[in-house]
């Protein structure tokens, strides 16, 4: 019996310690694959992706490199997303964040070459300009019941800081429970001295992230696609909800409107991954929600996602871990108990 599935591909910050490798583990059969990759980076003067997994310690500091963490992540969500057993049918893609860029190769729309091409260039392009930074703070309680008022308050402080005059404060990723906000180095420190501090982690300031998703990437965006070619494009073979939450379909995307997102809109506007999440359920009401690895940390982000909409009647955190323990609708794939249950 075929099981439907949404699949979920993964942004920066997902390949840590637990993580180191992650490739020579779950994917020894891919060394053709992974090959590609390294010929690329070896001719660029890269460290190869296959060493930089297979090295015997981890750095944060290395490898919360764009030009490190990028073609990592790139490369173990695009395998584990090959690596799903026959009875699944995946019938969207869609990802945070990076992960958009991911899944396009995962949907066809790009080669797994120029996948990774396109992930490397743009993730090298980030740490070599590294624009601005990032922090993320949660906009709903531990129930994840959704909190408008204060995510109104939270936005409104976000305006006013970045109306200051030599500051600036955005909306980077809408993560589910969860706000990601960009800017210079002003506007992060006035809004982390206008917050309380919570759970004795945030707000949380993200190690070698710039200032994604906000106008402080339109150089990085315009370098990008002087590097890169729009015919690199082709039309997808399964459909894509992007970071707005619109769909691509098979067959009749404009190709020219896809790359303009890609290396437009996708790098220096506001990502919406919950809405992007909630549109993928509520358009294709798949059996399953894949989050592909490396790492564990979007299955949050997802299940907060469906909550808030009231997917199949949870309202809350409690109501989404009974439905796991029954019937799992989440799966994350670099939990290894978790990715049994879609794997031959």
């Not at 990774?116 to 993320?136: A, C, K, P, Y």
């Amino acid at each position: 019996m075929t099981r439907t599935a949404v699949l979920i591909c993964p942004g920066r910050g997902t390949y840590n310690k637990p993580e180191l490798g992650y490739l020579h583990r779950h994917h020894a059969d891919k060394a053709a694959l992974f090959a590609g990759f390294d010929a690329a980076r070896a001719a660029q003067g890269q460290e190869e992706v296959t060493a930089l997994d297979g090295a015997t310690r981890f750095s944060v500091s290395k490898y919360s490199r764009g030009d490190v963490a990028s073609p990592l992540i790139y490369a173990a969500s695009l395998a584990d997303a090959q690596s799903l057993a026959d009875d699944i049918e995946v019938v969207a893609v869609t990802g945070n964040s990076m992960g958009w860029y991911i899944a396009l190769a995962v949907a066809g729309a790009l080669t797994s070459q120029n996948g990774f091409d396109l992930v490397n260039t743009m993730g090298r392009l980030m740490q070599e300009h590294l624009i601005g930074g990032q922090l993320v703070y949660p906009v709903t309680g531990p129930d994840w019941r959704p909190d408008p008022a204060r995510r109104a308050a939270l936005l409104a402080l976000v305006g006013e800081i970045n109306a200051r005059a030599d500051h600036v404060l955005a909306l980077s990723i809408d993560l589910g429970g969860m706000l990601v906000l960009a800017g210079d180095a002003a506007g992060l420190a006035a809004f982390e001295a206008s917050v309380p501090p919570l759970e004795d982690r945030f707000p949380m300031r993200l190690a070698n992230h710039a200032g994604f998703h906000t106008g402080l990437q339109a150089p990085v965006a315009a370098e990008g696609r002087k590097r890169l070619a729009a015919d690199m494009l082709g039309q997808p073979a399964l459909p894509l909800v992007d970071g707005r939450g619109a769909i691509w379909q098979p067959g009749s995307t404009d190709l020219a409107a896809l790359w303009d997102y890609t290396l437009g809109h996708q790098v220096v506007e506001p990502y919406d991954f919950t809405r992007a999440v909630q549109t993928a359920a509520l358009e294709f009401a798949p059996d399953l929600f894949i989050v592909t690895g490396p790492g564990t940390t979007l299955g949050g982000a997802v299940a907060q996602s469906l909550v808030h909409q009231g997917w199949r009647g949870m309202q809350d955190k409690a109501a989404f871990k009974a439905h796991q323990e029954g019937e799992p609708l989440l799966i994350s794939m670099g939990d290894a108990a978790q990715r049994a249950r879609v794997t031959p």
